[in-house]
C-alpha cells in the first residue's frame, strides 16, 4: 500500500475493494437511472422530479424558441362581431426526444420510491385510471414518507455512505 492509500490513490482505495468502484448504496444515489432498491422522498424530489421536469420545461422552451414547436389551432365564426380562436402547443422534436431520453429514469425513480413506501413497481398501473390515477400516484410517490427500517426491497430508504471528512496527508 503506497503512503498515498488514505487519499485513494495507490493500491487500495477508501472503500477497500482495491477497484475504485463505489459500494452500491453510494452508486445507487449518485445514478439517474436505479435499477432496485429504495429512495426516500427527499432523494425522488431533489435528485428526479426536480431536474427531469426542468430538463423538460428546458425542451419545451428550446423547441418555442427554435421555431420547431408543433401547434394546433381552430377558428370559429359567430357571426359579425363574435369569433373564438385557440392555440395549442403539442409538442416539438426536442421535447419528443428529451421525453424519450427521460422515459426510463422517470419511471425507474417512481419504481425505487413506491419501494421506499413498501408497494410494488405494479402500482404505477394507477397512471391509467382518468384523473384520479395521477393524483393517487402524485400523493403515494412524491408526499407519502417511507417505511421506517428494512423492507422486502431493502434497506431504509435514502441511507447515503457516511460523509467523509477531507484527511491531510502526513508527510
Do not use: K
Amino acid at each position: 500500500m503506497s503512503e498515498y492509500a488514505h487519499l485513494g490513490h495507490g493500491h487500495q482505495n477508501t472503500y477497500g475493494n482495491g477497484y475504485g468502484a463505489r459500494p452500491p448504496a453510494y452508486q445507487d444515489q449518485g445514478s439517474w437511472y436505479v435499477r432496485r432498491g429504495r429512495i426516500d422522498r427527499r432523494t425522488y424530489w431533489l435528485h428526479y422530479a426536480l431536474p427531469l421536469w426542468a430538463a423538460s420545461i428546458a425542451a419545451v422552451v428550446a423547441d418555442i424558441a427554435l421555431g420547431l414547436a408543433w401547434y394546433s389551432t381552430s377558428y370559429q365564426s359567430y357571426g359579425y362581431d363574435y369569433y373564438s380562436a385557440d392555440v395549442s402547443f403539442s409538442g416539438g422534436p426536442i421535447t419528443l426526444l428529451v421525453s424519450l431520453a427521460l422515459f426510463a429514469p422517470s419511471i425507474s425513480a417512481a419504481v425505487t420510491r413506491l419501494h421506499d413506501t413498501g408497494r410494488s413497481g405494479w402500482f404505477l398501473l394507477w397512471g391509467l385510471v382518468p384523473i384520479a390515477g395521477p393524483i393517487v400516484l402524485f400523493v403515494v410517490v412524491g408526499c407519502l414518507p417511507g417505511e421506517p427500517g428494512a423492507n422486502q426491497y431493502g434497506g431504509a430508504g435514502g441511507a447515503r455512505p457516511a460523509r467523509r471528512e477531507p484527511l491531510l496527508a502526513n508527510w
